[in-house]
């Protein structure tokens, strides 16, 4: 199963809407604009899954959690990052988190 959470990073929505420009001046099919989606899908998946290896660190306050449809979504607060020796503080983090083993 393949995940459409990456389309909303900065890389996906402006894949999207060139796709949809292109698809708008008749440069390619409404079609191919979604094969093109769904591969960049499977393709942000398997880089993740498979090329990085950095292990970090996240401590905050659990504000809200909640499961459904097999997806993890967690709401911190005060949240402190530290990945390899570098710390960042941030106000509030959204994680979601999707089981990416097939049945």
């Known amino acids: 199963m393949t995940y459409e ?6 890389l996906g929505v402006t ?7 292109m698809v708008q001046s008749r440069q390619i099919t409404a079609g191919m604009a979604l ?5 960049f899908d499977y393709s942000i ?13 996240i401590k905050g ?3 809200t959690y909640r499961f459904f ?9 005060d949240v402190r ?4 020796e570098a710390y960042v ?8 988190a999707c089981n990416t083993r097939r049945d």
């Not at 998946?45 to 660190?57: L, M, N, P, Q």
């Not at 503080?89 to 994680?95: Q, R």
């Open 35 to 39: 094969r093109v989606l769904m591969q």
């Open 45 to 57: 998946h398997r880089i993740i899954a498979d090329e990085i290896r950095t292990k970090g660190v």
């Open 81 to 84: 990052f530290k990945i390899e």
């Open 89 to 96: 503080t941030i106000d509030s983090l959204k994680i979601v």
């Open 61 to 63: 306050k659990l504000e």
């Open 5 to 10: 959470i990456y389309r909303g990073s900065t």
């Open 69 to 77: 449809d097999d997806v993890w979504t967690f709401v911190l607060r």
């Open 15 to 21: 894949l999207a809407n060139t796709l949809d420009e």
